[in-house]
């Protein structure tokens, strides 16, 4: 490994709970990036449906607070943070923070992407399959992005359309995704849509789309937990083929789940192979095969993977 395992000072340590058992500390590294964000909750989402956990974040845009926590670990002064147990991050801002705390304080490091630094130097990664990274002992593959998972009773015919926009991987039309969104609607007329936008939302897609799209929902008008809340009842989801973690939201969220197909703009393009894995494995469905959603599409075989990566976590850094 690169960075060894260090003594934290003796002036603090893991709570324990009511039952004695001990709290398992996390630190937690964010970027202030939402879908990163999304991915390192939902891996610790999954840890503590395992054992009971005490979450402090930290954020590299502002590291003040950080430089002195490091400062006060190396001089062995009272911290405000108790040493850590496990360090989550995800985003290449966060790896360098993550390592040095990780040296100075101890604990366990976790990252949940492919990093630009060497392998070596994190105790477990967890990459998606598509970033076709090298095998090592540390690397666990995943089915895609990690994300929180909140399951309801489905509704029946209920239905989300998620739109996203312009990407470094797909063409965006407008028209294009308008025409699709009608086809939709017009061959599943039993089903009640909702058709939401996002960030990446280009102006001007309202145009396209149609009459009957009338309850199109802005993302800046919705609650921050619209979307969970939404996928946990809805029974099809077609998601467009650029949001990759809205993507495995809706799987994780176990509806049936279409991609409405954009034009790559590389032949050779990681996630439209992602996307083809998943339409051969019968995990969801394509645009280009038509605009019904086959009830027995096996998104149900799509276990989350938040929960199967925290047990990885779990066996192999926290549990003596």
Known sequence: MCLPATVAPDTAGSDETDDGVGRTVVWRFVDGKPGHEKQSAGLIQGVESIRPIEVHEIDV????????????????????L???????????????????????????????????????????????????????????????????TKVDDKETDTGLILLGGPSPHFK???????????????????VVWQVCDSRRTPQGLGDHLP??????????SLPADFLDNALAKAEYVWVSADSASMLYESLSAQARVGIIALEPKRRRNKHVRAIAELVASGHV????????????????????????????????????
């Not at 360098?96 to 994190?122: E, I, Y």
């Not at 095969?289 to 799509?302: H, I, P």
């Open 61 to 80: 845009r502002f590291m003040a607070f950080y430089w002195r926590q490091i400062r006060r670990f190396l001089l062995r002064d009272a911290p405000d």
């Open 82 to 148: 108790p040493p850590p147990d496990l360090l989550v991050g995800v985003g290449h801002r966060t790896h360098l923070p993550l390592l040095l705390a990780r040296l100075v304080c101890g604990g366990r490091s976790v990252v949940l992407m492919k990093p630009t630094l060497p392998l070596a130097c994190f105790d477990l990664l967890f990459v998606p399959r598509h970033d076709r990274v090298r095998r090592k002992t540390n690397v666990i593959p995943t089915r895609g992005v990690i994300c929180p």
């Open 172 to 190: 965006w039309s407008n028209r294009t995704v308008g025409d699709q969104v009608e086809a939709i609607i017009r061959e599943t007329p039993e």
């Open 211 to 220: 009459t009957a799209a009338n309850a199109l929902r802005h993302w800046r």
């Open 285 to 320: 469905s394509s645009s280009a095969n038509g605009f019904r959603l086959d009830r027995g599409t096996d998104s149900a075989g799509f276990g989350p993977e938040n929960r199967r990566c925290a047990q990885i976590v779990v066996e192999r850094l926290l549990d003596p």
